[in-house]
């Protein structure tokens, strides 16, 4: 029963394992290392904090309601006694007092006051009606901040994807020289075979092996050199994508397709988010002025208030003791600060110019970088192409020098060099496809391709 069990496990198991085995493809490191990276992690964070501070700002523009108390105690008390007596009788038909001769009596009046207890609670309702400009600025700015760290996400995922994309072809880059020196390996071991027969027929000198297994030591030292490369290139690789760095990653045998027909430009780096981001900036330091100015202007607001108050007591009873409303509007006009305000708006419009001056800086320097990245891609490209010769031509070379050596008519000494050759521009070829990728794709960041 149990190895039946067993034996369903196992099938159960074999598709996944054979799923496992699948190489990764490039886009697949890419999300790998744009989901565990941190600076990415932490630039989508500040996105979303400059979204919240937007949202604060949006709500200036509506009624602030808030609801307000206080309470004191108080012993002040006193009293006020007004004598009474006999007064006048009159009429006020003219405007004035006119007596008619007759007198009333005034009993008078005592009035005793006690502070005691005074409280107030009510609901205040302020509604901004002009600051200036102020809150307008306010919300235009944290606006182009959202769009600024957008844009800073932007550029942390190109340098993310550029560093998962070098990572990646080091692998392959690392697999196909250990391929270069594992055929080498052949070639040689075919070689030493067939010298060994000779020198056991007498046809060859047993210097002629000593020479093979020479090759032979040298190209054993290039082999294991070789896997460790693929070794620690697998580790950079789990280390770009986020993974435990003894993982067993498996990439594909092959650089991602590389457009050798793309047209080339070098004078527009307006799609990079470097240049957004400047552009923001600047655009908030503009802002920073209309805030900075908004200080010197008058600010209008209305306030509306509905609570209840009680205290004073006059003559045992409350004074205070009822619901209210209460109506009115707040102005404020600035003056005269001495220059504060006047020297704020100069400030701000100092930090516009200079925004503006490392704008035009950072194009410039970019442009730089794009011709550089330009021209190397550019290299790149001839480099392959004259490596594809270099290498036909070598192979070439090593099948005559070979049909010689066979024939009598050429050294072994030749021979070996032939092959050493053909290796040397083979290596040469594997490098220049893995510098003509690396170039791509540092040519599609500096033009902001990269990401969109």
């Given amino acids: 029963m149990k190895r039946y069990i067993y034996i369903i496990i196992m099938c159960l198991a074999l598709p996944l394992c054979q799923a496992q085995a699948q190489p990764l493809s490039i886009e697949q490191c890419r999300q790998m290392a744009l989901k565990f990276n941190k600076e990415r992690q932490s630039a989508t964070l500040s996105t979303e904090a400059a979204r919240f501070t937007m949202k604060s700002y949006y709500a200036q523009f509506f009624p602030n ?44 009046l005592n009035l005793d006051y006690k502070l005691g207890f005074i409280y107030s ?27 600024l760290y957008r844009q800073g996400e932007r550029m942390t995922e190109a340098e993310v994807i550029q560093r998962a994309d070098e990572a990646y072809a080091r692998v392959v880059n690392a697999r196909e020289l250990q391929q270069v020196a594992e055929k080498y390996q052949a070639l040689l071991l075919e070689l030493d075979k067939n010298v060994e027969s ?38 950079n690789l789990c280390h770009a994508t986020g993974q435990p760095l003894g993982t067993p990653l498996e990439v594909s045998s092959q650089y991602p397709a590389v457009d050798d027909a793309q047209a080339i430009q070098t004078d527009d780096v307006s799609a990079r988010p ?18 900075a100015r908004s200080e010197m202007l008058p600010q209008l607001a209305l306030l509306a208030k509905y609570g209840y108050t009680h205290g004073v007591e006059f003559n045992g009873r409350s004074l205070l003791d009822g619901w209210n409303f209460a109506g ?21 419009k100092t930090r516009l110019q200079q925004s503006e001056v ?6 410039e320097l970019m442009l730089l ?3 550089r990245a330009a021209n190397n891609l550019d290299e790149a490209r001839l480099e392959v192409s004259l490596a594809e010769k270099t290498l036909a031509q070598a192979e070439n070379s090593m099948k005559l020098s070979r049909q010689q050596y066979d024939a009598g008519l050429e050294p072994l000494s030749d021979y070996l060099e032939s092959q050493a050759t053909w290796q040397q521009a083979y290596e040469s070829l594997v490098n220049a496809h893995f510098q003509r990728y690396l170039s791509s794709v540092a040519y599609l960041r500096s033009a902001g391709m990269l990401v969109q």
């Fill in 328 to 348: 009115g509007v707040t102005l404020s006009i600035p003056l005269y600060h001495f220059g504060e305000h006047s020297n704020k708006v100069k400030a701000a």
């Fill in 121 to 147: 609670g009510s609901v205040v309702l302020k509604q901004p009606l002009y600051m200036g400009g102020r809150i307008q600025a306010a919300y235009r700015m944290s606006r182009m901040a959202v769009d």
């Fill in 198 to 235: 000779a020198v056991r027929h007498g046809l060859k000198m047993e210097n002629d092996r000593m020479k093979v297994q020479v090759k032979l030591n040298e190209v054993e030292l290039q082999l294991r050199r070789a896997q460790n490369g693929v070794r620690l290139a697998t580790m």
């Fill in 369 to 371: 970088e794009l011709n």
């Fill in 65 to 108: 309601l808030s609801l307000a108390g206080f309470g004191i105690y108080d012993t002040g008390d006193g009293g006020l006694n007004v004598e009474g007596g006999m007064l006048p009788v009159g009429s006020m038909a003219t405007g004035s007092f006119v007596p008619s001769g007759s007198f009333a009596y005034f009993p008078g």
């Fill in 358 to 363: 490392e704008l035009e800086n950072k194009r």
């Fill in 274 to 291: 470097e240049i957004a981001m400047l552009d923001y900036q600047r655009q908030i330091a503009g802002q920073q002025v209309r805030l």
